[in-house]
T-cell receptor, first 112, second 114 residues
Framework: QKEVEQNSGPLSVPEGAIASLNCTYS??????FFWYRQYSGKSPELIMF??SNGDKEDGRFTAQLNKASQYVSLLIRDSQPSDSATYLC????????????WGAGTKLIIKP | ETGVTQSPTHLIKTRGQQVTLRCSSQ?????VSWYQQALGQGPQFIFQ???????GRGNFPPRFSGLQFPNYSSELNVNALELDDSALYLC?????????????FGSGTRLTVV
């Protein structure tokens, strides 16, 4: 059973601080890694995707991938109240026809 | 470019009925996948269509079926609805099977089975 694990939270972070969200996955054949943000009652919105080991930065967001440890993380710098949402980690693999396997999400709360 | 659109946005059905959900993929996207998301859970993969052919299916019974049309739009059909089918149904499109540029989601259809 291929799994993606996330801490359900809630993770509470002061406004302006760095929020760190973590995700582990079980399938070593996983190829692509995605972070989505989901506001309550809304559909997931793509934040970032990463394929290679290391860091990928986009504005206030940095995704980090470590395939040896089967670990992917998302850092949010200068956290804003509008960042409060559930963050979902998803991975896919050619071995499973690229279906996205999702974690249950981490609820992030940014406190003003 | 237009995004992914789903219809209807909300639906209430009775147990045992059948339902059809619709999805128009984003312009330039040839792959559509469907997900079921229960409250407080991550989405669960139902199936994926690439160029009108089913290309991968999750752990859902045969009463969940789908179609993709030549314009890459798609339908999800669910027969013999059960109470546990109540969920948010999400459609996502991508430029290719592997989601090399990510997956774009529609706003979802909230299905309630009573």
């Amino acid at each position: 059973q291929k799994e993606v694990e996330q801490n359900s939270g809630p993770l509470s972070v002061p406004e302006g601080a760095i929020a760190s969200l973590n995700c582990t996955y079980s399938d070593r054949g996983s190829q692509s890694f995605f972070w989505y943000r989901q506001y309550s009652g809304k559909s997931p919105e793509l934040i970032m995707f990463i394929y290679s080991n290391g860091d990928k930065e986009d504005g206030r967001f940095t995704a980090q991938l470590n395939k040896a440890s089967q670990y992917v993380s998302l850092l949010i710098r200068d956290s804003q109240p509008s960042d409060s949402a559930t963050y979902l980690c998803a991975v896919n693999s050619p071995d499973s026809n690229y279906q996205l396997i999702w974690g249950a999400g981490t609820k992030l709360i940014i406190k003003p | 470019e237009t995004g992914v659109t789903q219809s209807p946005t909300h639906l209430i059905k009775t147990r045992g009925q059948q339902v059809t959900l619709r999805c128009s993929s984003q312009s330039g996207h040839n792959t559509v996948s469907w997900y079921q998301q229960a409250l407080g859970q991550g989405p669960q993969f139902i199936f994926q269509y690439y160029r009108e052919e089913e290309n991968g299916r999750g752990n859902f019974p045969p009463r969940f079926s789908g179609l993709q049309f030549p314009n890459y739009s798609s339908e999800l059909n669910v027969n013999a609805l059960e109470l546990d089918d109540s969920a948010l149904y999400l459609c996502a499109s991508s430029r290719d099977i592997g989601g090399s540029y990510g997956y774009t989601f529609g706003s979802g259809t909230r299905l309630t089975v009573v």
